[in-house]
């Protein structure tokens, strides 16, 4: 059962460098999200993909980008680095229970990013 | 307004004690879903228990439980009978119906358990 899958685990960059966080979840739910955890803290809320081909902002969109290839496929991009970025990154992905309310949200391990 | 908040940064609780994590959201949605998750020392995001804003019933599952008082919009976690293993960070979560698939998390409570 692979659930929500997300690459890589660790990521070093430099400052000004950009990549791509990738996520993929075999469950095949509509929605999916990305968060960021600072350490010590809450998840924050970065965008998220209430179904295929729909993408929206959420509370920290700054400086990130994202593209919600397929229904499977929810990626996450940073242009330029930023050491404000450090942190760690999850996806997760959930489904709707019968409305457009959602199911609990299913997570993937996360990616530890540091910027320098 | 913060959508979740959690009061508690940090609780120690003698194990096999209860314990109760607060939780208050502020929402003018009549719809909306609470969920709490754990999050040990390893990392991982563990989906505890759910309340939708319509359920009649406080949730349980296992030694788990909700104190769901709609009125004054908080949903407090019940921990019966606390374990080594439940010492972990917990965080609460709302998802209002009107910005449905928008899932946003509260600052979270580190609970530690003593033996």
């Known amino acids: 059962n692979a659930g929500v899958t997300q690459t890589p685990k660790f990521q070093v960059l430099k400052t000004g460098q950009s990549m791509t966080l990738q996520c993929a979840q075999d469950?095949?739910?509509?929605?999916m999200y990305w968060y960021r955890q600072d350490p010590g803290m809450g998840l924050r809320l970065i965008y998220y993909?209430?179904?295929?081909?729909?993408?929206d902002k959420g509370e920290v969109p700054n400086g990130y980008n994202v593209s919600r290839l397929n229904k499977r496929e929810f990626s996450l991009r940073l242009e330029s680095a930023a050491p404000s970025q450090t942190s760690v990154y999850f996806c997760?992905?959930?489904?709707?229970?019968?409305?457009?309310?959602?199911?609990?949200?299913?997570f993937g391990q996360g990616t530890r990013l540091t910027v320098v | 307004a913060q959508k979740i908040t959690q009061t508690q940064p940090g609780m120690f609780v003698q194990e096999k004690e209860a314990v109760t994590l607060d939780c208050t959201y502020d929402?003018?949605?009549?719809?909306?879903?609470l969920f709490w998750y754990k999050q040990p020392s390893s990392g991982e995001m563990i989906f505890l228990i759910y309340?939708?804003?319509?359920?009649?019933q406080n949730a349980t599952e296992g030694r788990y439980s909700l104190n769901f008082q709609k009125a004054r919009k908080s949903a407090n976690l019940v921990i019966s009978a606390s374990q080594l293993g439940d010492s972990a960070m917990y965080f609460c979560?709302?998802?209002?119906?009107?910005?449905?698939?928008?899932?946003?998390f509260g600052s979270g409570t580190r609970l530690s358990i003593r033996p």
């Open positions: 997760a992905s959930s489904d709707t229970r019968g409305g457009f309310m959602n199911t609990e949200a299913f």
């Open positions: 469950m095949n739910h509509n929605s």
């Open positions: 993909s209430a179904s295929e081909g729909t993408t």
């Open positions: 929402t003018s949605d009549p719809s909306y879903g």
């Open positions: 309340q939708g804003s319509y359920d009649q």
């Open positions: 979560a709302i998802e209002e119906d009107s910005s449905a698939s928008k899932i946003i």
